[in-house]
C-alpha cells in the first residue's frame, strides 16, 4: 500500500511499506501538525511576501529527500523494507524540526537576549525549552510520538531516532543523511526557501546527484560520495547555499525585525518574571505565561507558534508598559528600526587609506572584519550613545568547512579524483578559496533624531583609527 502527499519542490512524496506508512499516522499528531503553523523563514516574509511556507512542508521534503539518499545507501531495500537504522533515519528526517518554536530560529534568539538582559535566568529550564534540538528529543521520545515510533522499532527505537536528529554519531552514514553538510535537509531548503521566496540563487541539480552518489568505506565508516564528473553540481549546491545567506536567510529588513521581535519577547518575559503579566497586556492563564512558568510541561510548548504571536500582537499594541506597547506598533506598522552596516562604512573608509589599495581580496577581506568587530563592539561599551534598542548584529557563514578527511568522511563532502576520496576542498578552486560572508550592522531606535548622525561619526572614527593601526603593523594577520 502507497499513499502520496504532492509537493511543488519533489513532485509525489510517497510513503510504502508499513514502516512508512506508520511514519505518515504521525503526521496527523498535534507537535507536527503544529509546524503548519511555524513558518519556515521567521519573517521572511515581510520582505518576501510569497515566503510562507512551513516547517510542517520542509519536514515533508527533507523525508523526501532522505528517502532518495537512502535508497543509495541500501541499494537492495524496496517498497519500504529499509534496515532498522533505515527506518530511523527517515523518522529523523521527518521529525527533525518537531522541537522549533515560534518564528523557528527568532524565538531561540529572544530567548538569549531575555537571558543576556536578566542572568539570573541563565541556563534554566527557559533555556532547554526554546532548545529546538533538545525539545525535539523530548517530543520524539516521551510524548505519543515517541510511543509510535517504539511500536515501529522497539523500545530502543526513539532513543536511536532521536540521537541521529542530534548527530550523536557524526560517524554514522544514516545519520549524515539527517545532519551533515551534505544532507537532506539542506538538500531541500536550498531548494525549497528560494523557490517561495522568488530569489535567484542558482539551482541545485538533485535528481543528477543523487543519480551520481555512490557508498564508499573509511577508517570513519561508511559516507556518500560522487567521482569528478558529478562533483561541479556539489559545487554548485555549496555556491548557492553560500549565497543565500545575503540573499534571503541575512537580508538586513528581516534581521532588524527578528531583533526587534526578540526585544518585545524579552521585556515580556520581564514582565512575567516580576510577576506583571497584566502590564504586557496578558493574563495569567495566557500561552505565554504559562510557558514562562512551567518551560519544561510540554503542553504549553504546543501552543506556541507563529499565529499565537500575530493573535497576542494586539494586546502588546494595549499593554500599560510602554515600551512594549511602542515595539508591538513597530511591528504592526513594519516601521522597522533603521540600520547603520558597519561593513559598507568600512569599505567606505578603506577605499579612501592608502595602504588598504596594495592588499589582496582575501587579506582586505580579514582586515575589514577584524576592524569592523573591533569597531563595534568599541561602541557598544559606550553608554553615552549605545541606547537600550541598540543591537549589534553579526554572522559570519563561510562558504564551506573542510574536514580534510583522506579517504572520505561522513560529514564532508566526498568526491573521488585518481582513485582516493577527498574532502570537495581539496579539488574545488572555489570551495578551496574560503570564501566567507560576514555581516556587521547597528541597528537603533529613531525616537532620538541625531543618534543616526552620532552613531555614523562614531563608527567612521572608530574604523579610521583601526585602519591606521592595523597599517602600523603591516596589516598582518
Not at 519573517?43 to 511556507?53: E, G, Q, R
Not at 515517541?146 to 532521536?162: E, I, N, R, W
Not at 577508517?219 to 543565500?244: C, D, H, M, P
Amino acid at each position: 500500500m502507497t499513499k502520496m502527499i504532492k509537493d511543488p519542490i519533489h513532485g509525489s512524496i510517497e510513503f510504502e511499506g508499513d514502516a512508512e506508512l506508520q511514519l505518515k499516522s504521525m503526521l496527523a499528531d498535534p507537535f507536527f501538525q503544529r509546524l503548519r503553523r511555524v513558518k519556515q523563514l521567521g519573517f521572511s516574509d515581510y520582505v518576501f511576501p510569497s515566503a510562507t511556507h512551513s516547517r510542517f512542508a520542509h519536514s515533508l521534503g527533507v523525508y523526501s529527500v532522505a528517502k532518495r539518499m537512502l535508497s543509495v545507501v541500501e541499494p537492495a531495500s524496496n517498497g519500504g523494507d529499509w534496515e532498522p537504522k533505515g527506518q530511523a533515519c527517515l523518522a529523523a528526517a521527518l521529525l527533525h524540526d518537531v522541537g522549533h518554536g515560534m518564528f523557528s530560529h527568532a524565538f531561540e534568539k529572544a530567548m538569549e537576549l531575555f537571558s543576556e538582559r536578566n542572568p539570573v535566568h541563565k541556563d534554566g529550564p527557559l533555556q532547554a525549552a526554546v532548545n529546538h534540538e533538545k525539545v525535539s528529543r523530548r517530543i520524539i521520545t516521551e510524548t505519543n510520538i515517541g510511543q509510535s515510533l517504539t511500536k515501529m522499532g522497539g523500545s530502543d527505537f526513539p532513543a536511536l531516532v532521536a540521537n541521529m536528529v542530534e548527530k550523536k554519531d557524526k560517524k554514522c552514514v544514516y545519520t549524515s543523511l539527517v545532519s551533515s553538510q551534505l544532507d537532506a535537509d539542506r538538500l531541500d531548503y536550498a531548494k525549497r526557501d528560494p523557490y517561495f521566496a522568488g530569489v535567484s540563487s542558482g539551482s541545485i541539480d538533485l535528481d543528477w546527484l543523487i543519480r551520481n552518489f555512490q557508498v564508499g568505506t573509511s577508517e570513519n565508516g561508511r559516507f556518500l560520495y560522487v567521482n569528478s564528473k558529478a562533483y561541479i553540481s556539489l559545487e554548485q549546491f555549496t555556491v548557492t547555499l553560500f549565497q543565500l545567506y545575503p540573499t534571503l536567510y541575512l537580508h538586513k529588513r528581516t534581521r532588524g525585525l527578528e531583533y526587534m521581535f526578540s526585544l518585545l519577547m524579552s521585556r515580556v518575559f520581564e514582565r512575567i518574571a516580576d510577576d506583571k503579566a497584566a502590564a504586557a497586556g496578558l493574563s495569567a492563564a495566557h500561552p505565554l505565561v504559562r510557558f514562562f512558568r512551567e518551560p519544561e510541561n510540554l503542553d504549553n510548548a504546543q501552543l506556541l507558534d507563529d499565529a499565537l504571536f500575530w493573535g497576542t500582537l494586539h494586546l502588546f499594541q494595549e499593554a500599560p508598559d510602554e515600551q512594549i506597547r511602542n515595539v508591538a506598533d513597530r511591528i504592526a506598522a513594519r516601521r522597522f528600526y533603521p540600520m547603520l552596516d558597519v561593513w559598507k562604512l568600512a569599505e567606505d573608509v578603506a577605499n579612501r587609506h592608502v595602504g588598504m589599495k596594495d592588499l589582496g581580496a582575501s587579506r582586505r577581506v580579514a582586515v575589514l572584519h577584524s576592524v569592523c568587530e573591533a569597531v563595534s563592539e568599541s561602541l557598544s561599551k559606550k553608554t553615552r550613545l549605545w541606547t537600550e534598542a541598540c543591537y549589534y548584529d553579526r554572522y559570519p557563514r563561510p562558504i564551506y568547512k573542510p574536514l580534510g578527511a583522506v579517504g572520505g568522511h561522513p560529514q564532508q563532502i566526498n568526491v573521488e579524483v585518481g582513485g582516493s576520496i577527498v574532502d570537495i576542498a581539496s579539488i574545488s578552486p572555489i570551495v578551496a578559496s574560503a570564501a566567507s560572508f560576514s555581516i556587521h550592522r547597528i541597528y537603533f531606535d529613531d525616537a532620538d533624531a541625531g543618534l543616526q548622525d552620532r552613531l555614523e561619526l562614531e563608527i567612521r572614527s572608530g574604523i579610521s583609527k583601526e585602519l591606521d593601526e592595523a597599517a602600523k603593523n603591516g596589516f598582518s594577520a
